[in-house]
Structures are given as C-alpha cells and as structure tokens.
Nanobody, 119 residues
C-alpha cells in the first residue's frame, strides 16, 4: 500500500520557479532512497533527481544547477525546488522510492504534478 501524492505544479514563465512536494505513505520513508521523475509529452519517463536516505543528492545533467531535491523525514515528504525553468522542463513530474530489494522504483506511481513552462 505504498502511495505517492505529488503537488505544487502549475504554469510558469521561462525563468520562473516552482516547488514540488511528494507526500508518501505505506513505507518507512526515512530508510528509502527517493527520486523525482518526469515525463514530457511523447517521451519516456526519466529520472532527473535522486536523494539517498542519508540526504546525498544526484541530478541528471539536464537539471543540474537549477533543481534541488530535498527531504523532510519528519513529514514523510520529498521536495523538488525548480529554478530557472525552461520550456523543455514542461512535463508531468512524479516521485517514487527505490525498492530495498533491487533499487528499482515501486510499480505504484502517483498521478503526478503537471509543470508547464511557457511564455
């Protein structure tokens, strides 16, 4: 019964900022590595940022220097601060956890948060 609920998406102009949140339940959040994924129109879902259980982040080259992933273990919540947004960031953004068994994401995906960057 793992669940992920993304929020905070919206319409922004190029250069703008958004902060996404991912509320989780059904897992001991603090022990899981977590990740943010996005799926642009007509494209496959891709991992863009991850953070380990001990708060070490990693980023895809496409967002490095612009996005910041963080977590609040007391709130069982994952965050993605997105700055200097570009039209190519337009996508549905999802969060997920790395299964302890094999490090792959759970098959349970939330509905995602729509981010649209347009002038």
């Amino acid at each position: 019964q793992v669940q992920f609920v993304e929020s905070g998406g919206g319409l922004v102009q190029p250069g703008g900022s958004l902060r996404l949140s991912c509320a989780t339940s059904g897992l001991i959040f603090s022990i899981y590595d977590m990740g943010w994924y996005r799926q642009a129109p007509g494209k496959q879902r891709e991992l863009i940022a991850s953070i380990t259980s001990d708060h070490s982040p990693n980023y895809a080259d496409s967002v490095k220097g612009r996005f910041t992933i963080s977590r609040d273990n007391a709130k069982n919540t994952l965050y993605l601060q997105m700055n200097s947004l570009k039209p190519e960031d337009t996508a549905v953004y999802y969060c997920n956890a790395n299964r302890l068994r094999n490090g792959k994401p759970f098959d349970t995906w939330g509905q995602g948060a729509q981010v649209t960057v347009s002038a």
